[in-house]
């Protein structure tokens, strides 16, 4: 069975600086793998997805994550965190038809200082 | 486009009764819709995946008389906790995937309802 490990529950970090978010996964084909950001009264929402082809992946409001097979490791960057990223942050690899059926890590949740 | 709503998007009852969980997809038809359940500050797990028109398929370990998935149309999934108990109480969230939807396969995920049974 496919499983998600986000090793960090909490992440501070200051406006501007840097943010990497750890994922490691096991499944045991070829994975898909999504990050989604929770905010407070709002659902889910999808920041990328990595499916195939390049393992750099850009997404939505300067995220990226690079897939790494041989560590099983799926991890979110951002060069430079604005205040609007504080935000619960979920890995997820899919598996079934197309992906769809989710498998969720823990959360990460991400505080911004000023 | 791709919205997603839930209602309500709180609700308290009392123990032994049941309530009702509307999903609905706003801008597009969903042919598969999903149930989740997040407990607090915990992650997300699933409890059912449902298709239009068929019966809902659930999870292991997830009691399908408890939980009464209704994927009626194509733009509305209900969720139904019958006879609710204290242990009932979750964040309950639904997500959407279907034509028309901007990103082939992309789920789309309602806002959650609390549950509170008292």
């Known amino acids: 069975a496919q499983s998600v490990t986000q090793p960090d529950i909490h992440i501070t970090v200051s406006e501007g600086a840097s943010l990497e978010l750890r994922c490691n996964y096991s499944?045991?084909?070829?994975?898909?793998l999504f990050w989604y950001v929770q905010s407070p009264g709002q659902g889910l929402q999808l920041l990328l997805k990595y499916f195939s082809g390049d393992t750099l992946v850009q997404g939505i409001k300067g995220f990226e994550a690079e897939f790494k097979r041989s560590q099983s490791s799926f991890n979110l960057r951002k060069p430079s965190v604005h205040w609007s990223d504080a935000a619960e942050y979920f890995c997820a690899v899919g598996s079934g038809a197309a992906g769809n059926k989710l498998t969720f890590g823990g959360g990460t949740r991400v505080l911004v200082k000023p | 486009g791709a919205v997603v709503s839930q209602h309500p998007s709180w609700v308290i009852c009392k123990s032994g009764t049941s309530v009702k969980i509307e999903c609905r997809s706003l801008?597009?038809?969903?042919?598969?819709m999903f149930w989740y359940r997040q407990f607090p500050k915990q992650s997300l797990m699933l409890m059912a995946t449902s298709n239009e028109g068929s019966k809902a398929t659930y999870e292991q370990g997830v009691e399908k008389d408890k939980f009464l998935i209704n994927h009626a149309s194509l733009t509305l999934s209900t969720l139904t906790v019958t006879s609710a108990h204290p242990e009932d109480s979750s964040f309950y969230i639904c997500?959407?995937?279907?034509?028309?939807?901007?990103?082939?396969?992309?789920?789309?995920f309602g806002p959650g309802t609390r549950l509170t049974v008292l």
């Open positions: 801008d597009f038809q969903a042919t598969t």
């Open positions: 997500s959407a995937i279907g034509q028309g939807s901007p990103s082939y396969n992309e789920q789309f």
């Open positions: 499944y045991g084909a070829t994975p898909y």
